[in-house]
């Protein structure tokens, strides 16, 4: 029997153990190698060979999404299946724009650790329905924010960016190397084509609301 083999990139020392223990006891399944930080897991990423990597988002230097950024394009064929104690909207649809397939909560240990495994390494998509139910509303956000989106020029699209950075209008006429003026004026023309008249309520329309 082939065996699933998987990479564990966990920081807590507690749960990073307990889900080695729970993979260790399957007779299909492999843990070839753990790593406490995501910086060392890329270092060493060209080094091991694997099916799924189970990825924390919450660690010290790299974070998780960061390091599915960066390793998923290196090798296309591993899974990546995000496990962490963050149920945010944001971090689930910017781990999956980063390459991961799955998405599972720390709480969801045990059984449905072991059968997430399984899914993805079959070619599904596990999550719980509460994540899943936040995808699809994540999805629906995105579409409604595009359609706001198109509605400004290039220049527009870049000065409310910043803007979303907290960034007041001198920063960044410095950082666009223009005036002060200008830059007012196309806060105004984005205010106007939005219909908003303010800069959080610019951001929550073409953004949605952060949570």
């Known amino acids: 029997m082939k065996k699933i083999r998987i990479i ?69 064929n591993v899974q990546f299946l995000v496990c962490t104690v963050f149920e945010n909207p944001k971090y689930i649809f910017q781990a999956l724009c980063s390459g991961a397939t799955g998405y599972l909560l720390k709480n969801n240990a045990g059984d449905k650790l072991l059968t997430a495994i399984r ?43 910043l803007l979303a950075q907290g960034l007041m209008y001198k920063e960044i006429a410095s950082r666009k190397e223009i005036g002060v003026e200008t830059v007012r004026k196309h806060v105004y023309n984005i205010y106007e084509k939005l219909q908003v008249n303010s800069r959080t309520e610019a951001i929550n329309k073409v953004y949605g609301k952060s949570s």
């Not at 990423?45 to 099916?51: A, K, R």
């Not at 989106?149 to 960016?161: G, M, S």
Request: charged content about 25%; proline content about 4%; glycine content about 6%.
């Open 119 to 161: 899914e993805i390494s079959q070619g599904g998509s596990p999550m719980s329905v509460s994540i899943a139910r936040m995808v699809v509303d994540s999805f629906a956000s995105k579409q409604k924010a595009t359609i706001h989106n198109e509605l400004l020029t290039p220049r527009e699209k870049e000065i409310l960016d």
């Open 8 to 76: 564990l990139v966990e920081d807590d020392k507690e749960i990073l153990e307990m889900m080695e223990g729970i993979i260790s006891d399957e007779n299909d399944m492999v843990v070839v190698k753990t790593f406490s930080n995501g910086d060392s897991f890329l270092k060493s990423w060209e080094n091991y060979s694997c099916d799924v990597v189970l990825m924390d988002i919450n660690m010290v230097g790299k974070n998780g999404i960061e390091c599915i950024g960066i390793a998923k394009p290196i090798n296309p």
